[in-house]
């Protein structure tokens, strides 16, 4: 059975990879870090400020275990 | 009648007590769109050049955007505008809260104050109905106990707008509160309002805004607020606000801290936005129309008390907070508070603050001179000074006018570890390898902030287009590479024209920013507001304009003004960072001119940073043009 991953990302991401589509779909055949899907699918995790997946805050070393939402946060500048 | 617009400027001269209401010129709608763009012109035009930034001929100026008060995500910001006490140039901040919105309903897309009233007082908007208070009861009140005490005795239905005893002492860095923590923080715009004896405005508009197609606007604004909620970081990101990034700011080390000694410390674990959910939170505050609220209102206790608070965002985590060496989040919390109490920007706040503790630390200033012992780790020591700078008591006096200033007056090689651009203190991000981010630091038209252009994941990306993966997990410091110097301006200007748009549409960027919420939003709702169509590159052509009209104002009202203007400070141009992913690297004085001549070359300004004439009149900005040879960068310092 595979995962499927929808994956969106920040414009703070997608204004520094130009040619990255704000929404990516893969399908995965096992359980994988946040940091290893990301760099799957091109994005480099230091780029990453945080991500959420299905609404709580995953840290890169957190596992994907099932089908789910994940949005990449790229950096913000506060206030 | 202007679609978007409350369709009046608001004019009170108050040294007359002369209140004046007149039309919102269509040219300056359709040529600035509002803010900041209305915020830029008013100033070239009718700031007295050379005029004392605490003197009455100055300008106090708040102005809306066309999407300010409108049905849509986070419609609620305002923007200020002033000479800057703190840098001599332009000037301007912005807040979110509810005023601006008020302001459009009482029938004022932009209020200019102008001159000095005789007493202390304040300003009262009822819809038509403006009236020039005394207000000599709440000189010396606290901002937060003033506005307390305001809307307890006006009602709920004013939004207010308040100094402190900063902003009434002529602090370079004061700030303007409202809603209980919302700050015009920046370049000493409270100090601007103390100077002209006024302790507050509070305005109730009870009316309406001309929309060209309301029946569209709704249709649009329910679409929009579908669309952010709907992007899988809606519930997410809300939580912890901006404070969410303390970790990886620390990961790539970029955490001001000590001063800016260094740019990571191993205790961030402990003042991150997980730090504030377990310890502080009570709720999430937001602004006008927000479906993301990132204020976080909570109770701080710490040794020297409990306090309620709204904070600490991340830039106040950085500055009040690891470049202090603080690593409590309370006792960061409750130096916010004191700090938005006092009326002080918490930004220029801790960088002074912690100038002072290393001054004391070097055997520069001493024990007399400050007024007890201080040290970095230690709340007391930072209360003490907030204390003594809002009142200019003691060391207050010195530190008064900024860390610029204070270096100055001080001398012995402490102008070394002053950290500001132009006399505006540097906000959170340490940049000795993130030469982009250094860029956008030099050539910000305020100063060193950081919401003018964000560039540090293109540094960290590489100019190359190539990308790093040095991180193997989080909290954990690894080396990163150094960062090319070469190729860095068209990612700063472009961010440049980007981020500040939202400041001239009267909205908040975080959800375009953060969110993903797309920009085709923003195009259809400025066309069903406003009637006019304007595509984002349009926009963002505005935004280019009123970019060289803030350089131009700088170039006009301070002495010398030019490249010299634009460097950073001796720590971050040449002392290598010590410790952390980023040990070793710094960037040189060559390396900067470099950054700088692509930079200006780039925006059409000569070798000095100053716009060249041809430049202006590219941008339609001829009558400024033509008057460019009298500007006072021309004369010396």
Redesign the interface.
Known sequence: MMITINVQLSEGIRCILKETPSTVVVQIPEPMTVKQLALDIGIPPILIAFAIADGEKKSLDDVVESDASIHFFGTMAGG | MLNGYAGTILRIDLTNEKIEKQPLPAELAENFIGGRGFVAKTLFDELPAGADPLGPENLFIAASGPLSGQFMPASGKTHFGCKSPATGGYGDSNLGGHFGPALKYAGYDMMILTGRAAVPSMIVIEDEKVTLEPAGDLWGMGSLSAETRLKAEMGEDFQILTIGPAGENGIAFACITHDFGRQA?RVGIGSVLGSKNIKAVAVKGTGSIPVNDPKALLEEGKRAYRDVRA???F???T???????T???T??GALPTKNFQTSYWDRHAKINGAAILRELKITDKGCYCCPTPCGKYGKAKTGLGEVYVEGP????ISLLGSNCLIDEISEIAYANYVCDELGLDT?SAGVVCSWAIECYEKGLLDREAIGKDVQFGDLASVVHLLECIARREGVGDLLAGGVKSAAQKLGQGSEAFAIHVKGLEW???ECRNAPGMMLAYMTSDIGAH??RA?V???D??GSSGS?????S??GEAEPLPKSEVVGRAANVIA?QH??PLFDLLGICR?Q??????EVEHYERLYEVVTGRRMSWEEMLSVSEKVWQLTRSISAREIPGFGRSWDYPPERLMGEPVPDGPNQGHCITRKEVDILLDEYYAMRGWDANGIPKAETLRQFGLEEIAAGMDNWACHRAA
């Not at chain 2, 939580?239 to 990034?245: F, K, L, N, S, Y």
């Not at chain 2, 965002?313 to 106040?316: K, L, N, P």
């Not at chain 2, 990308?467 to 991180?471: E, K, W």
């Open positions: 923080g992007k899988p970081g519930t997410g990101w939580p912890e606000g901006t404070a969410g990034i970790d990886w700011v990961r790539v965002e991340f830039e106040t930004i906000s959170g991000y950081h919401a964000w540090l994941g293109h960290l990306a990308v790093h993966d040095l991180i997990s989080e961010s980007l981020r975080l375009f920013m953060e969110l993903g919420f």
